[in-house]
């Protein structure tokens, strides 16, 4: 058997109906799973998981506190959103290598020209690349910024890194 007809073999109707009897099978499993783990006697609400909340439920089963990086760019890059991208992402991993491993601080370069991401526009009031940091306590975002400041110190790696680093710590000591 070549790969070709291997490639068709795994694409079969059959194949697929299997895949699409599973995956909805081990969201409802694994949701029921963190909501006995977490001690929540209310039902879980199995199509919000699948709307990207299973992160959501077990970031806060998980961690009841955590901060979330995003750097939020489009399709199309330039070199100053690709420095921008890079300079934040120094800055966290040099700055908070303990707080990543832990899970207390995440790190997401977020596409928001992908359908899936195109609500962050709205829900952060984005008009250009940006970086905001998001505090998250049981699972629910209780506060946000934007870090503006990011283009105008762009030609400053120190002085980005120091700014970066200063506001992510202002939101991990709201512990």
Known sequence: MNFYSRRIQL???MTMKLYQSIIP???????????CQSGESNKVDVKSEADNKMAEIIDSAVVPHKVIAYYFHGNLRCASC???EAYSREAIETGFADKLKSGL????PINTDES??????????????SLVIVDMKDGKQVAWKNLDKIWQLLNNKDYF???VQFEINQYLAND
């Open 11 to 13: 694409r079969s109707p």
């Open 25 to 35: 099978a081990m969201i409802i499993f694994i949701a029921s799973l963190l909501a």
């Open 82 to 84: 690709r420095k921008i």
């Open 105 to 108: 601080l995440d790190w997401r």
């Open 116 to 129: 899936e991401n195109e609500h962050f526009v709205e829900d952060y009031q984005l008009y250009t690349k």
């Open 161 to 163: 890194i120091e700014y």
